[in-house]
């Protein structure tokens, strides 16, 4: 990838077995009580730095219900919901999409921002991933196994080969890999 060129990160939370919720939606997991002597904290600066290098979300509608039940963490950065249903949002900066995905990200997100962060669930994954619109991967494993639930991957049926960029873990036992995609 050429430098300053617009980048797409695909980012989830999962359990060791690679779920995202359990099977009933929830998400209290994420919390985790874990103590790993040897992890990182990142400090509250080095936090809001990471946060604002964030230029533009894509998320899936679930995603977004999820957000807003939880506390809503995109502050006013741009938010694109992807849906087919009639939803609403008081929030300027979140716009909802139906459409090529494609054209939404070449033509109308590449040109104007250069960290594009995809948040949201298999469906959206697995679009994403099946369309080559992905750069990288970072996958935040949580220290726990929940046996059953919703799927990350949720059976893509298509090879796709990594690069391993970065590994981090921290205090708290979540482990974070960041993977390039290789491109063909």
Not at 8 to 34: C, E, N, P, R, Y
Not at 53 to 66: A, D
Not at 104 to 110: A, S
Request: net charge negative; aromatic share 10%.
């Amino acid at each position: 990838m050429i430098a300053n060129s617009p980048k797409v990160t695909l980012h989830m939370v999962a359990s060791l077995d690679g779920f995202i919720a359990k099977k009933d939606g929830s998400v209290g997991w994420l919390q985790s009580t874990d103590n790993y002597e040897k992890g990182v904290t990142l400090s509250d600066e080095e936090i809001e730095a990471f946060i604002k290098g964030i230029h533009c979300y894509v998320m899936g509608s679930r995603t977004y219900e999820l957000a807003l039940e939880l506390g809503w963490p995109y502050g006013d950065v741009p938010v694109i919901v992807l849906t087919h249903r009639n939803l609403r949002s008081g929030r300027k900066n979140v716009k909802f999409y139906q459409g090529d995905l494609n054209k939404l990200i070449n033509d109308q997100l590449k040109p104007n921002y250069q960290n594009i962060w995809v948040v949201g669930g298999a469906m959206v994954t697995k679009d994403f991933i099946r369309l080559k619109l992905v750069d990288e991967i970072v996958i935040s494993i949580m220290p726990i196994i929940l046996g059953d639930g919703i799927l990350f991957f949720d059976y893509i049926k298509q090879e796709q080969h990594l690069h391993l960029e970065d590994v981090t873990a921290y205090k708290d036992g979540m482990v974070e890999l960041r993977y390039s995609i290789k491109k063909d």
